[in-house]
């Protein structure tokens, strides 16, 4: 349904953007996000489409400061330095972004240098996210990834010299029938290198992948999720030793480090997605653009034919907007365990007083019966005035997850709940 009477109205709060670029050099065998290879000659059109669709936005958006910004793909480092340009002059004109606001660009290592990163940091990305996922080249190549794990350092030591003092590596394991040794050694190798910040996936096959169709004919083994486990608990020891503090199921932090981007996610913040398939949630509701890149172009050339929205309410403007193909009707219900839900994959959990004060009523009174349960099953519990996972209820959140979300199979929010926040940070 698209639009509707029970659109809320929206508050001048901070409204944080994620830019979605689709762009790849090689699509990824276990990545299911929106990415294409092989659309270079998009590139420009397609930047062209995300500016416009800034402009579609920046009246309902006056008022409300930008905390942060994430460029998330695809592969963003691959856009050439003017294009960057062009989007990053646009959000300084058409939104309101906070003194120190925090932007994140995403970075394929094999597709930077000295000078891309120097101009990057210079335009006002202040932070950079290396896609590593490994240490060891024939891993990587089984991954598809076009860098090996020296091009990473190389990358990750450019990043220092441009001035980056806020890095991330992402880190993949639990790969096919890869032996705990090898994983230990590509976290010693990344915590050597001292980043500011690191994300721990464990695979998994998502439908649609290269990755499945090797898994389902045989030719790929399943990622075996007992080692996964072993891994990510060895993993939880060893970067506490190091000075990392686990904040989120997945994400460790020098202190004050966090990814603030993602912390609106998982604090059920507003954010706007802008360009293909990019999802959105403001006032309660959520959103998303047309999936397709060229359509997206397509359709946001109508618009930018058609003039200006004449309204700067939202539900209005998602009536107009021919980008946006979906629209999900705020739920009061589906509000609240989405907020359950995503508060508790952070390590604090949820405030329960806060949870209260946000809905009107406390937790209890729609989730006592799970949270008895859960907490029976070693899963849950709670500590000075909020409810957070156990340690062993980490290991087994998509369990707890499932228990607590009444529509999960529909809520946009339920690719977080399996594995992955809606954007990496």
Same mark, same amino acid.
């Given at each position: 349904? $698209?639009?509707g009477?029970t659109?809320?109205?929206v508050?001048?709060s901070?409204?944080?953007?994620?830019?979605?670029?689709?762009?790849?050099?090689?699509?990824?065998?276990?990545?299911?996000?929106n990415?294409?290879?092989?659309?270079? @000659?998009?590139?420009?059109?397609?930047?062209?489409?995300?500016?416009?669709?800034?402009?579609?936005?920046?009246?309902?958006?006056?008022g409300?400061?930008?905390?942060?910004?994430?460029?998330?793909?695809?592969?963003?480092?691959?856009?050439?330095?003017?294009?960057? @340009?062009r989007?990053?002059t646009?959000? !300084?004109?058409?939104f309101?972004?906070?003194?120190?606001?925090?932007?994140?660009?995403e970075?394929?290592p094999g597709?930077?240098?000295?000078?891309?990163? $120097?101009?990057?940091?210079?335009?006002?990305?202040?932070?950079?996210?290396?896609?590593?996922?490994s240490?060891?080249?024939d891993?990587?190549?089984?991954?598809?990834?076009?860098?090996?794990?020296?091009?990473?350092? @190389?990358?990750?030591?450019?990043?220092?010299?441009a001035?980056?003092?806020?890095?991330?590596?992402?880190?993949?394991?639990?790969?096919p029938?890869?032996p %705990?040794e +090898?994983?230990?050694?590509?976290?010693? +190798?990344? %915590?050597a290198?001292?980043?500011?910040?690191?994300?721990?996936?464990?695979?998994?096959?998502?439908?649609?992948?290269?990755?499945?169709?090797?898994? @389902?004919?045989?030719?790929?083994?399943?990622?075996?999720?007992?080692?996964?486990?072993?891994?990510?608990e060895?993993?939880?020891? $060893?970067?506490?030793?190091?000075?990392?503090?686990?904040?989120? %199921?997945?994400?460790?932090? !020098?202190?004050?480090?966090?990814?603030s981007?993602?912390?609106?996610?998982?604090?059920?913040?507003?954010?706007?997605?802008?360009?293909?398939?990019?999802?959105?949630?403001?006032?309660?509701?959520?959103?998303?653009?047309?999936?397709?890149?060229?359509?997206?172009?397509?359709?946001?050339?109508?618009?930018?034919?058609?003039?200006?929205?004449?309204?700067?309410?939202?539900?209005a403007?998602?009536?107009?907007?021919?980008?946006?193909?979906?629209?999900?009707?705020?739920?009061?219900?589906?509000?609240?365990?989405?907020?359950?839900?995503?508060?508790?994959?952070?390590?604090?959990?949820?405030?329960?007083?806060?949870?209260?004060r946000r809905?009107?009523?406390?937790?209890?009174?729609?989730?006592?019966?799970?949270?008895?349960?859960?907490?029976?099953?070693?899963?849950?519990?709670?500590?000075?005035? +909020?409810?957070?996972?156990?340690? !062993?209820?980490?290991?087994?959140a998509?369990?707890?997850?499932?228990?607590?979300?009444?529509?999960?199979?529909?809520?946009s929010?339920?690719?977080?709940?399996?594995?992955?926040?809606?954007?990496?940070?």
């Open positions: 349904m $698209r639009g009477d659109i809320l109205p508050k001048r901070p409204l944080s953007l994620y830019l979605h670029i689709p762009f790849c050099s090689l699509k990824c065998r276990y990545c299911d996000f990415s294409y290879a092989g659309l270079e @000659e998009l590139v420009e059109p397609y930047v062209g489409a995300l500016i416009a669709e800034m402009g579609l936005w920046a009246g309902f958006a006056r409300r400061p930008v905390p942060t910004v994430f460029f998330g793909g695809g592969t963003p480092s691959l856009l050439p330095i003017e294009q960057v @340009e989007i990053m646009a959000l !300084r004109e058409r309101a972004l906070a003194p120190g606001a925090e932007v994140t660009l970075a394929n597709t930077v240098d000295r000078a891309h990163l $120097r101009a990057l940091e210079s335009l006002g990305v202040d932070r950079i996210s290396f896609g590593v996922q240490f060891f080249d891993e990587l190549a089984a991954l598809d990834r076009i860098h090996t794990a020296a091009e990473a350092e @190389e990358a990750y030591r450019w990043a220092r010299e001035g980056f003092r806020r890095v991330n590596l992402d880190l993949i394991y639990g790969l029938q890869q %705990i +090898r994983w230990q050694a590509s976290l010693e +190798r990344a %915590i290198l001292a980043p500011d910040h690191m994300s721990l996936y464990a695979l998994t096959v998502e439908e649609g992948t290269k990755l499945a169709y090797d898994v @389902e004919h045989g030719s790929v083994a399943e990622p075996d999720g007992d080692a996964q486990a072993e891994m990510y060895w993993s939880q020891g $060893r970067m506490a030793a190091a000075g990392y503090r686990q904040y989120e %199921i997945s994400n460790w932090a !020098r202190p004050g480090q966090e990814c981007h993602n912390l609106v996610y998982w604090r059920n913040g507003d954010w706007l997605g802008l360009g293909a398939g990019a999802h959105s949630h403001v006032a309660g509701c959520r959103f998303a653009d047309v999936y397709s890149p060229r359509r997206y172009v397509e359709l946001m050339r109508e618009a930018e034919s058609a003039g200006p929205p004449e309204s700067g309410e939202l539900q403007l998602l009536r107009s907007m021919r980008q946006v193909t979906y629209v999900e009707e705020p739920r009061p219900e589906l509000a609240r365990a989405d907020t359950l839900i995503m508060g508790l994959r952070l390590n604090e959990g949820v405030s329960l007083a806060e949870f209260g809905f009107g009523e406390g937790a209890d009174e729609g989730f006592a019966p799970a949270f008895e349960e859960l907490a029976g099953l070693g899963l849950l519990e709670r500590a000075n005035g +909020r409810i957070r996972l156990t340690e !062993r209820g980490r290991l087994l998509n369990e707890v997850f499932t228990r607590l979300h009444p529509f999960i199979r529909s809520s929010v339920v690719r977080a709940t399996q594995g992955s926040p809606l954007h990496r940070p």
